[in-house]
């Protein structure tokens, strides 16, 4: 028995055995704007958890005589808003609302829609024809229009918001899901495994889902800003967190009264939406390079 | 060609049979009974059914829907609650006023759009590229609606060069084509341009980049072909994508306008579209709905058989 | 053999007894419907494989040729299951599939082993976890410990290779790991699809030899699939020839190194680089491309690029027989069947 030697003759790979995860982290350490970008989104997201205890003023309650006091007030240091709330308090506190109902759907909607993309894209045949024929008429709808039909229909609250964003964004994760399925489905290592006598659900179980799962999960991250600010147009536009609630998108609306008095102030919500939406998209683009994901 | 327009044309039909269903799911979806916002408070058991009787609203749900879109076929798309007019009349009029404002922000955003995507593919990983790119992440992550209210603040809170509201000198809701109107048309076009600037620049980029890069470039150059030639070559070959992306937008700024209308009130489908939701006039924003998203649909239409006419390395048969 | 390697394999027990063919093929038929137009519509049909009968002996390694597109690969697809078959029968061992024998209890008898090693391993997946699962999935019990002792009998220690990925092995230890997974299941039957194909000539030659010793030891069957005659003749007991879908002859390798009884055989064969200068082939080499299997040929499929064809060939096809003086040799030609009608039928048709 002499055939282990004969591998000597092959040389064997120098590098060390890496898991493909270990590879990501190593790469994302390295790039310093993806890192930032994650410390921002998860900083704003602590904050909101541990909002009770920081020692902020209460965002609940107002005073007639301070309202509208301009950012750099003694004891508000962001100024308060149109009912004498403290500004700095209901911006930390409104990450609670506008986070969640901002990240919330696409994590709904990556579940189900991966769940319909991979069984479309694995099945095929007339299962694909059903699913996919449905996903293709929710896509005759631009995004925005969708969620505002939705919600509109609905009425306002923060349930009627998770539902309609997430049958937004079940579409654009079913038809990505479906696509990287069916490219993998036709490897020939899928076939191997096929050849064992596995059952499809094992199959894909073992097989599919781990090499299907990163480009989904890369590009449903890449949602996660459009949510972000479709979920606090939703409010801005009065058709998702009630008031007094505070939610930046609805601070934005109540806070338009005030621009003539004290502009800057009222554009202070809309700032916390677009540094939360742009750590998002980037975090989402290191995201895809870290993991190799093309486009 | 014409078959593949004949396919494309056949492909159309299921999408707008589902979108008119979830048009009239929309209706079905809203809480509460659709006669409460006819009826009187006061109404007897028995005036409740024949008034459920007259709407057809005691018949199942498929017949309820065959009815519904029998009388869209005709053109009628029932009353709007809260005016009492025509909905297609209501709708129609400012579908107008948002083509407008789409229009008008396409115009904007696509030369612009395209002429920056041009020069950071052009320039690859020049300082110029990674502004571009900046640009238009930045332009992808801004909430459209809060930076119209920072313009608004810009120009017309602090230097008053711009009006913020409406359409018109006092409010008016009708449209003309001179200064005073074209006024109110700037800060909204220029909001909702934004978007399809950055969104086109980084298509225009990608594919510019990667035209650069091919093997045919190579041969041009090696012909002899002067800079200005190969870049004529390599804009033809990018037109047939960018132009699909443009017209998916055009599209995107129609539908997406509804939070620019707000802002500003410009009195377009989307402003409309608020109004019917506040009165729960549910007709009138299934109307609304509906023609947006037929009008989406045409959209993606258009586009893909230009693109199929223009692409010549697209075989469509 | 040590001790180990018998707990390790448990092959399916024998139930035809040394005289029944381990694998017999009736009629294999597999269509691929070409869809297009306007709805999708069905508009031809590719007549991959089309009435393939052949049998496999216990013990013995039938060989495969044919060029690219005659249906090798979906042959050996149809073989497990994993391309569904139109028609036809697959008798393993005397119980046909679908009767007595389930698609499952077929893929542990049987087992294959792919051309390309990279894309037949699931890249998130150690080697051991690959070579683990089908023994996994077939309820055997110790999985890892059944892979750890087939890698180290496939040549690859299993304390290096164990936990590392597809893509930190070369391509002769990958298809080594391929090995091992398809002999975990103990199949008594391996089909190797172009299992070497891919590899380095000196690489090749390793895996050839631990091929033949495998065999040897776990008594294996196999069927081995290449467009390289020089490797089907080194492995292969009997050669099978195909072509556009059909079995145009069937012999053991002596015998049809000798002679080849088909003009398309000979053709095949001449085109082989020769190894021996005073040897060169005088045979024109075969025109053109293949016929499109869409709409193959009538009669002989070959007789659109066949020297001898004659009227007969072109409506009538051929009958697979034994030829007169050797029965063992399997042909489907009209020169070799006296009763068909060809001019030259019956007479030794100079080379």
């Not at chain 1, 898991?19 to 410390?39: E, F, K, N, S």
């Not at chain 2, 018109?168 to 220029?190: E, M, T």
């Not at chain 3, 590719?46 to 052949?54: K, R, Y």
């Amino acid at each position: 028995m002499t055939l282990v030697e004969t591998t000597a003759v092959e040389p064997a790979p120098a590098q060390k055995p890496q898991g493909y995860w270990a590879g990501v982290g190593a790469r994302l350490v390295r790039d310093p704007l993806t890192m930032i970008c994650a410390g921002v989104v998860l900083a704003l997201i602590l904050a909101a958890v541990f909002a009770p205890w920081l020692g902020l003023a209460d965002p609940y309650k107002g005073s007639m005589i301070a309202r509208l006091k301009p950012i750099g007030t003694t004891g508000h240091l962001l100024g308060t808003d149109e009912q004498g709330r403290d500004m700095f308090a209901r911006l930390i506190y409104g990450g609670r609302l506008t986070l969640f109902i901002g990240l919330m759907p696409v994590v709904l909607a990556f579940f189900i829609g991966s769940a319909l993309g991979i069984v479309a894209g694995f099945v095929g045949g007339l299962t694909n024809t059903i699913i996919m024929r449905t996903v293709d008429v929710f896509f005759a709808f631009p995004s925005v229009l969708l969620a505002i039909a939705i919600s509109g229909a609905l009425g306002a609250g923060i349930v009627n918001s998770l539902v309609s964003l997430t049958i937004v964004f079940i579409p654009p994760i079913t038809r990505v899901a479906e696509a990287v399925t069916s490219g993998v489905r036709a490897l020939d290592y899928i076939d191997a495994a096929r050849a064992t006598g596995a059952s499809a659900l094992t199959v894909i179980r073992v097989h599919v889902i781990g090499n299907v799962l990163s480009p989904i999960f890369v590009y449903a991250t890449s949602l996660t800003s459009v949510c972000m600010i479709l979920a606090a147009g939703l409010s801005f536009l009065g058709i998702g967190v009630r008031p007094p609630e505070p939610e930046w998108g609805l601070m934005l609306n109540t806070l338009r009264s005030a621009i003539y008095i004290n502009p800057w102030l009222s554009a202070l919500p809309g700032m916390m939406i677009f540094v939360t939406s742009l750590c998002l998209n980037l975090l989402s683009d290191g995201l895809r390079s870290a993991m190799n994901v093309r486009d | 060609m014409l078959s593949y327009l004949i396919r494309r044309l056949i492909l159309v039909l299921p999408v707008a049979f589902g979108v008119s269903v979830i048009c009239f799911l929309l209706v079905q979806i809203a809480p509460g009974d659709p006669l409460t916002a006819i009826m009187p408070v006061d109404a007897t058991a028995e005036e409740q059914a024949a008034m459920r009787a007259a709407y057809g609203l005691d018949k199942p749900l498929p017949v309820q829907y065959a009815i519904w879109i029998g009388n869209l076929a005709q053109g009628n798309m029932g009353k709007s609650i809260a005016t009492g007019r025509p909905v297609a009349g209501e709708v129609f009029g400012a579908v107008q006023n948002s083509l407008l404002l789409a229009v008008s922000a396409a115009i904007i955003a696509f030369p612009i759009g395209t002429f920056l995507g041009f020069l950071a593919g052009y320039s690859r990983d020049s300082w110029i590229d990674r502004a571009v790119t900046a640009l238009s992440i930045t332009g992808v992550s801004v909430p459209n609606y809060w930076l119209g209210i920072v313009l608004v603040i810009i120009f017309s809170v602090n230097l008053g060069w711009l009006p913020s509201m409406g359409a018109g000198p006092g409010g008016s809701q009708s449209w003309a084509w001179d200064w005073l109107h074209l006024r109110h048309l700037i800060l909204p076009a220029v909001t909702l341009a934004v978007v399809p600037i950055g969104i086109v620049a980084r298509t225009v980029r990608a594919l510019a980049g990667d035209i650069l890069t091919m093997d045919f470039v190579q041969a041009l150059y090696a012909k002899g072909m002067s800079r200005a030639d190969v870049l004529r070559h390599v804009a033809r070959n990018a037109a047939a994508t960018a132009l699909s992306v443009m017209g998916l937008q055009l599209g995107y700024l129609l539908g997406g306008s509804i939070l620019i209308e707000t802002v500003f009130n410009w009195p377009g489908s989307g402003f409309l579209l608020s109004n019917a939701i506040f009165q729960r006039d549910l007709p009138l924003l299934q109307g609304t709905i509906l023609v947006l998203a037929m009008f989406f649909v045409a959209m993606n239409l258009i586009v893909d058989v230009a693109q199929a006419a223009i692409d010549p390395r697209i075989q469509r048969t | 053999m040590s001790a180990t390697d018998v707990e390790t394999y448990e092959p399916l027990p024998d139930t035809g007894g040394p005289a029944q063919p381990l694998l017999m093929v009736r009629n294999l038929r597999k269509y691929f419907p070409v869809r297009g137009g306007i709805l999708g519509r069905t508009q031809a049909m590719v007549q991959a494989v089309d009435g393939v009968s052949f049998e496999v002996k216990k013990g013995e390694t039938l060989g495969i040729v044919g060029e690219s597109g005659c249906g090798k690969s979906t042959t050996a697809k149809l073989l497990i299951g994993l391309t569904p078959k139109d028609e036809g029968e697959i008798i393993f061992d005397g119980i046909d599939l679908g009767e007595g024998l389930s698609l499952k209890q077929l893929r542990k008898g049987v087992q294959m082993v792919f051309q390309d090693s990279y894309a037949t391993l699931n890249p998130r997946m150690t080697i051991e976890a690959s070579v683990a699962f089908g023994a996994r999935v077939q309820g055997l019990d110790d999985p890892e410990g059944r892979a750890r002792r087939l890698m180290e009998r496939v040549g690859l220690d299993p304390n290096r290779f164990a936990h590392r990925y597809p893509h930190e092995l070369s391509g002769g230890q990958r298809q080594r790991v391929n090995i091992a997974r398809a002999l975990a299941m103990s199949p008594r039957l391996v089909v190797l699809d172009e299992a070497v194909s891919a590899l380095d000539k000196s690489v090749e030659a390793q895996v050839l030899n631990l091929l033949s010793d495998l065999r040897r030891e776990f008594g294996l069957t196999y069927i081995f699939i290449s467009h390289d005659l020089n490797v089907v003749r080194y492995i292969s007991d009997r050669i099978l020839v195909m072509y556009l879908g059909e079995v145009v002859e069937v012999a053991p390798v002596d015998s049809i190194w000798a002679e080849q009884a088909h003009p398309y055989t000979r053709s095949l064969f001449s085109a082989m680089p020769a190894m021996d200068p005073d040897h060169r082939t005088k045979e024109p080499p075969l025109s053109g491309d293949p016929p499109n299997p869409i709409n193959p040929p009538s009669g002989c499929r070959f007789h659109t690029r066949c020297r001898f064809a004659s009227e007969v060939c072109k409506t009538t096809p051929p009958r697979l027989a034994g030829l007169a003086r050797n029965a063992q040799h399997l042909v489907a030609c009209h020169l070799h069947d006296a009763a068909s009608g060809h001019p030259k039928a019956g007479q030794e048709v100079a080379a």
